[in-house]
């Protein structure tokens, strides 16, 4: 995808595009899976550490990327493959943690589980991680 692209999605979620945050944007749609900060720290070199972590937080506050939590004591970033004009993440699919290579999979096509939370208690996000061993690992 050309520069173009990542700056039209950027200006739909109301964020300047800007030659870094382009970059950001790019490292992420090319990665096959969700990345920590030091992995895409590590793929861009033209950005110093603290302009990635800004434009990632940059980012998750406009819905351009989710954050997941999946359960190895870091966060991975992921650039949302949907895109809401409405502010909300609509892009919420389970993903897979593999304990030996510790890589995180997105897992698009498996539906998340309807949850019925209590009275009075609003879900605006959440986090199914399924954990066991890769393919790859197998």
Do not use: W
Request: with cysteine; glycine share 6%.
């Amino acid at each position: 995808m050309d520069t173009l692209f990542y700056e039209q999605l950027l200006g739909q979620h109301g964020v300047k595009p800007t030659a870094n945050r382009i970059v950001v944007a790019q490292a992420l749609a090319r990665s096959a899976m969700p990345m920590s900060l030091s992995e895409l720290e590590s793929s861009i070199v033209s950005i110093d550490k603290s302009g990635v972590f800004r434009t990632l937080r940059l980012f998750v506050e406009h819905h351009l990327v989710h954050t997941i939590d999946d359960g190895s004591g870091g966060t991975r970033y992921e650039l949302c493959q949907s895109h809401s004009h409405d502010g909300e993440d609509d892009d919420l699919h389970p993903h897979f943690f593999c304990e030996r290579c510790r890589r995180t999979y997105c897992l698009r096509d498996l539906a998340l589980p309807h949850i019925d939370a209590p009275e009075g208690f609003l879900v605006t996000s959440a986090n199914y991680v399924i954990k066991g061993i890769c393919p790859q690992c197998q």
